[in-house]
């Protein structure tokens, strides 16, 4: 009876063992890419993020306004960034509620790798509802960016 079950035990146990080792590799990436979140993103720099409101005049229809949210970034880090996560806001002083809160996804043409820039001109309107924002409001609104998070080439998500 005995002899029945030794071609199975060897086979169980190994995948047992291999598992295990999958399993601790997971973990390794998985606290390797923890430690390392907050500084990677802490090393992508925007500046320069403007939201505005470009009139287009078309002769037949007359104007449109066309809102376009432009920023540049910066990698400071050693990690090539392939996707970055932000959160724009769009607020005036004397309002208590933003005028536009949304998260932006984008994915960077190319990625950036460690010591480049790039400047990113994105239609707000594929975003994030913007049109609650008026040509006035813009006259005494801040727009913030800030980086939530960010993908690197190997598409591991490294959250703040």
Not at 98 to 114: Q, R, T
Not at 118 to 126: F, I, N, Q, S
């Amino acid at each position: 009876m005995s002899g029945i079950f030794k071609p199975i035990a060897l086979p169980l146990i190994f995948g047992l063992m291999w598992s295990d080792v999958a399993l601790s590799q997971d973990i390794t990436k998985f606290n390797t890419l923890e430690t390392h979140a907050p500084a990677t993103i802490d090393a992508i720099k925007i500046s320069n993020q403007k939201f505005a409101s470009r009139k287009f005049t078309l002769q037949k229809y007359g104007g449109l306004q066309w809102p376009i949210i432009s920023f540049n970034m910066s990698n400071k880090g050693r990690v090539t960034i392939k996707r970055i996560y932000l959160r724009a806001v769009l607020k005036a002083p004397a309002r208590s509620v933003p005028f536009a809160d949304h998260d932006i996804d984008y994915a960077i043409p190319g990625g950036l790798a460690p010591g480049e820039s790039k400047h990113v001109a994105l239609d707000a309107d594929t975003v994030g509802d913007w049109s609650s924002v008026t040509r006035e409001a813009l006259h005494k609104a801040s727009f913030f960016l800030t980086v939530t998070a960010v993908e690197d080439a190997g598409g591991n998500k490294l959250v703040k």
